[in-house]
Nanobody
Framework: VQLQASGGGLVQAGESLRLSCAAS????????MGWFRQAPGKEREFVAA????????YNADSVKGRFTISRDNAKNTVYLQMNSLKPEDTAVYYC???????????????????WGQGTLVTVSS
């Protein structure tokens, strides 16, 4: 599966952005999807992940109550709605997919073999 992330940009603190990740291929609905981010000089960190059907989702503690992951299997797309953005949310955001047929949601980036190219989100104070 090939992934293409979009939607990043420059916003002020408190504003919102929605990231999208379009996937190619006919097996999208059998991939657990995740979003990760990497700030300059920091390790890549888990942000959120969603199950095959979208019925289950998990967020990192740092974004709970502010970010929402969702997916539209008919459009082969996963989204990350980001509200109440903070300067510390500034990072390159990556979408990722677990292997086809793997149903367990994972937080470790090593569990995701497929990655998009990343989209930069900058939040000014």
């Amino acid at each position: 599966v090939q992934l293409q992330a979009s939607g990043g940009g420059l916003v002020q603190a408190g504003e919102s952005l929605r990231l999208s990740c379009a996937a190619s291929g006919r097996t999208f609905s059998s991939h657990v999807m995740g979003w990760f981010r990497q700030a300059p000089g920091k390790e890549r960190e888990f942000v959120a992940a969603v199950s095959w059907t979208g019925s289950s989702a998990y967020n990192a503690d740092s974004v709970k109550g502010r970010f929402t992951i969702s997916r539209d299997n008919a459009k082969n797309t996963v989204y990350l709605q980001m509200n109440s953005l903070k300067p510390e949310d500034t990072a390159v955001y990556y979408c990722a997919a677990r292997g086809g047929g793997v149903s367990v949601i994972a937080r470790a980036h090593s569990q995701y073999p497929y990655w998009g190219q990343g989209t930069l989100v900058t939040v000014s104070s």
